[in-house]
């Protein structure tokens, strides 16, 4: 455990302690929503007054690092924001993995469903022809971050076994010869179904960043119809525009 300083001129011992405590939650090692020390834990830790620990996580919940929760303790409220930018084709996986997060899929489900009149104008098929359909809910750090639900034309030839779809579906199109070489996309913000919160996680109050994305291969064929539901607490997007 690490020592405070009590040499004159150190910074006052209720900031040494909140530094210690930050930069545990920052590296994860109090990760979200787990519980920190209490006062009166820092206070046999660290030999310190109750009124020191006090101060010391009240800094933490200045930064919107830790709340208090009535009967449960101090939580750890922060979550790294992601960022992300667009400018190339990736997959969620790759895009975690560059953030320091790791992915990973808590739910993934694939079946055969008739083409609505919206799906089939995409596919370029008669209504109430068969696409598969794909849904997953993909997780950083353990936490859901997006749910992604994605249509395929039945010419793709894709497996049924939903335990398939748990890693990176665009590492498992390379496999299949499949490749996205071009996409369309499309912004805006809704709020969630009940759906939506019980798959994320979240409060009927959290909007929903919802993003649509058509992908095409080299001949010009759709290869993907997604609409992706992010946290829109957790997800933001940055576009870098030249002329």
Known sequence: MEKLNNAKGAPPLYLQISE??????????????????????LQGMYQV??????????????????????????????????????????SFTDEMKELGIVPGTSYAHMELVKADQHLAKV?????????????????????????????FHMGRNLPLDDNMYYGSLYAMLEEMNIHPV???????????????????????????????????????????????LYRGDRYSYSVEISK
């Open 20 to 41: 210690i405590l930050r930069n545990k939650i920052l590296t994860k090692e109090y990760a979200f929503d787990t519980i920190i020390p209490s006062e009166t834990e």
């Open 123 to 151: 596919f370029q098929v008669e209504p109430d022809v068969p696409l598969y359909r794909l849904e997953r809910v993909r997780t950083g750090d353990g936490k859901p971050i997006v749910i992604f639900q994605t249509h």
């Open 182 to 228: 071009r996409i369309k996309e499309k912004f805006d913000c809704i709020m969630p179904d009940a759906h939506t919160r019980e798959f994320l996680k979240v409060q009927r109050t959290i909007p929903i960043l919802r993003r649509i994305r058509t992908s095409y291969d080299e001949s010009g064929e759709v290869v993907e119809y997604t609409v992706s």
């Open 49 to 90: 007054s109750r009124i020191t620990a006090r101060q010391a996580i009240q800094e933490l919940e200045k930064d919107g690092l830790v709340s208090r929760a009535r009967g449960k303790g101090t939580v750890v409220i922060y979550q790294k924001h992601i960022e992300e930018f667009l400018t190339r084709i990736r």
